[in-house]
């Protein structure tokens, strides 16, 4: 049976109608169980999910107490036997997990849970192992190790427990790493995890490596500036850092409305990225706009390193644009255009005086937030809606606090307040559920 991403209310749907139409004529009996037979009962991938988040809830609590048992009685064990246990640990649980899964294949789940713990087991081991033979090593390296040692595990069993773990890993790694251009093995690893990610079909690992490229990238990018630009204001590197996460995000968005399949990672952490990196460039820091005095090309010229990922990020933008555009889908131009409104606004940083340089970011914000409630509702998609009316609800109310709270009496200034709240909420709300209440949980497109 395969395993199509359907809704419940769909399947069930398709099995009154498509008895309809055997009644009319339209289809044979044999034919109609032939089109069922392409998804699965109504329920059924609902309860293999349960099973599986049950197995994976057990994994993580077995692995836990085992690892815990073995701290309390680490000192008294000897070397050679601790070596033992951790392999055997760790080749035990990936041959029961893949007898079950694939040999046998009558405990896929079960199978698929051991695979997880064997991957856990073995970045315990990795450290087990350094402070069994008291090896003194940068700590961070023990995630690379990790990361390495699981991502063929992924892709040979197309685990995404085991890829979402890689992933979170590789999260980890760029935090307690601290970002260097020369961890280029770091951003290798984040492009061939988005390569499973996106071979296993699974949105959400997608998201996560979207993200974490970022994450190098500006970790990457505020070392570099914060090191050797004194010549600077503070928060320059700052300035630099959040422009950059609204022309990645563009890019990222741009990448999702070209590709074919499921383009909800790409929106979703595109739309995100762009919303964040502008909403923090309309906010007043220190006395002065955060990109009030900041010279933005000058500074990503700084560094050749952050000046390849610049470029970078608009090839990729410009991949995207023409891809998008070659599709001819209705109303790509305007599409275009709003979605392009950020890195034109992210690029003006430098030449904008200081208060029209303040009305140019919150009127991007505000068109940001209205055209990506608006895109959701061109492509059906309920995740677009919710993320465009939060942020725009959240800027409303950054700006009503900015601009009112000195300027009017508290008390006027709460109920106001309060009403605009309720009043703006309810017809939200109201719109959100019109809009949404077909799409089937937002499941269609994005």
Do not use: C
């Not at 008895?19 to 032939?34: F, H, I, P, S």
């Not at 820091?285 to 390849?308: D, E, K, M, N, T």
């Not at 709003?338 to 303040?358: D, E, F, N």
């Amino acid at each position: 049976m395969a395993e199509r991403p359907a809704a419940d209310a769909f399947i069930g749907a398709l099995q009154a109608e498509s008895e309809r139409w055997v009644q009319q004529g339209l289809l044979t009996d044999v034919q109609r169980q032939a089109i069922l037979g392409l998804y699965p009962p109504p329920g059924v991938r609902g309860r293999d999910r349960t099973v599986l988040i049950f197995s994976i809830l057990g994994a993580l609590l077995l692995g836990a107490g085992v690892i815990l048992f073995f701290t309390a009685n680490w000192p008294k064990i000897p070397a050679g036997i601790k070596v033992s246990m951790i392999l055997a640990a760790v080749i035990g649980t990936y041959g029961a997990g893949y007898h079950l899964q694939f040999t046998r294949g009558d405990y896929p789940r079960l199978g698929h849970s051991l695979i997880f713990l064997g991957s856990l087991f073995y970045g315990a081991g990795i450290w087990l192992v350094a402070q069994i033979f008291h090896l003194d090593s940068h700590y961070p390296t023990g995630f690379r190790f990790w990361v390495v040692g699981i991502l063929p595990v992924a892709a040979l069993t197309a685990s995404r427990p085991v890829l979402g773990l890689a992933t979170l890993l590789l999260g980890i790694w760029t935090i307690v790493e601290q970002g260097s251009f020369a961890s280029f093995d770091l951003l290798l690893l984040f492009i061939l995890t988005l390569h499973l990610a996106r071979r296993l079909e699974t949105a959400l690992v997608e998201a996560g490596v979207l993200a974490g490229l970022y994450l190098w990238f500006g970790i990457n990018t505020a070392n570099v500036l914060n090191a050797g630009t004194a010549a600077y204001p503070p928060y320059a590197g700052a300035a630099v850092v959040f422009g950059l996460m609204a022309l990645y995000g563009v890019a990222v968005v741009l990448l999702g409305l070209a590709r074919a399949g499921d383009e909800r990672a790409y929106l979703g952490v595109g739309s995100f990225a762009v919303l964040i990196g502008t909403y923090f460039l309309t906010f007043e820091w220190g006395g002065s706009p955060l990109p009030a005095r900041v010279q933005f090309l000058p500074l990503i010229g700084h560094s050749p390193y952050v000046l390849a990922g610049f470029v970078l990020i608009l090839a990729a933008a410009a991949a995207g644009a023409w891809r998008y555009w070659r599709r001819a889908e209705p109303g790509r131009l305007v599409v275009l255009a709003v979605v392009l409104v950020p890195a034109l606004a992210a690029l003006s940083q430098g030449p904008l005086p200081l208060i029209p340089r303040l009305v140019v970011f919150n009127l991007v914000l505000f068109i940001s937030t209205v055209g990506l409630a608006l895109l959701g509702i061109q492509r059906r998609s309920s995740l677009l809606v919710n993320l465009g009316l939060t942020a725009f609800v959240i800027h409303t109310i950054t700006r009503y606090f900015d601009l009112f709270f000195s300027a009017m009496d508290r008390s006027v200034f709460f109920i106001l307040g309060g009403i605009v709240l309720l009043v703006g909420g309810w017809l939200l709300e109201r719109n959100r559920r019109r809009w949404t209440q077909d799409w089937g949980g937002g499941s269609h497109a994005a």
